[in-house]
């Protein structure tokens, strides 16, 4: 069984740029949750993706968007980068039944 | 929202002790509640989940549920220092299959 994978593992770019992550869900898992875990924080729910629609978006401006394909791989996307948006992008999959939510390994994302 | 409410820490215990993590949240109709450990530059790892009142029990992990007053724990028992991480509180997201997660306890294990 392969687990969430995510690229890439790190990133650094320049404030107004964009930028787009990326996330395999683990097999089975046809839901894909995004979180922001910025330093000294819990991680925080930007959107949730199921069946290739949003289910559900935290409290993130427009500005954060994203897609899922038919293989159930997500794409976060990121508009005009603020140095706030420095942090740990967390992609997690899980079951249509569960709760549960299963990381990948994450993406580093630096904004100078 | 939810809130769920963690001391940041950290905690520090020796090895061999019993470490006791806390949690507290705002919404009385949570129904389940997750504990993950996250070392550092790692990505969080769910170790257990509970939904009923009372104890349940993995290996040297206890959870405790005490929906009365809106309290859960989480005991480890004979702390290793590979226990040495930090340890986030997660109650379900607004009826989505998503997670509002607390800001996470450091827990330090002393050999």
């Known amino acids: 069984e392969t687990g969430v994978t995510q690229s890439p593992t790190h990133l650094i770019k320049t404030r107004g740029q964009q930028v787009t992550l990326r996330c395999s869900s683990q097999s089975g898992h046809n839901t894909v949750s995004w979180y922001q875990q910025a330093l000294g924080q819990g991680p925080q729910f930007i959107f949730q993706?199921?069946?290739?629609?949003?289910?559900g978006r935290g409290n993130f401006p427009p500005r954060f968007s994203g897609l899922q394909f038919p293989n159930y791989s997500s794409e976060l996307n990121v508009n005009a980068l603020e140095l706030d948006d420095s942090a740990l992008y967390l992609c997690?999959?899980?079951?249509?039944?569960?709760?549960?939510?299963?990381f990948g390994p994450g993406t580093r994302l630096t904004v100078l | 929202q939810k809130e769920v409410e963690q001391n940041s820490g950290p905690l520090s215990v020796p090895e061999g002790a019993i470490a006791s993590l806390n949690c507290t949240y705002s919404?009385?109709?949570?129904?389940?509640f997750f504990w993950y450990r996250q070392y550092s530059g790692k990505s969080p790892e769910l170790i257990m989940f509970i939904y009923s009142n009372g104890d349940k029990e993995d290996g040297r992990f206890t959870a405790q549920l005490n929906k009365a007053s809106q309290y859960v724990s989480l005991l480890i028992r004979d702390s290793q220092p590979s226990d040495s991480a930090t340890y986030l509180c997660a109650v379900p997201f607004s009826g989505y299959s998503t997670l509002t997660f607390g800001k996470g306890t450091m827990l330090l294990v002393s050999p």
């Open positions: 919404d009385r109709g949570s129904q389940s």
């Open positions: 993706y199921y069946r290739e629609e949003e289910n």
């Open positions: 997690a999959s899980s079951s249509p039944q569960g709760n549960e939510q299963f």
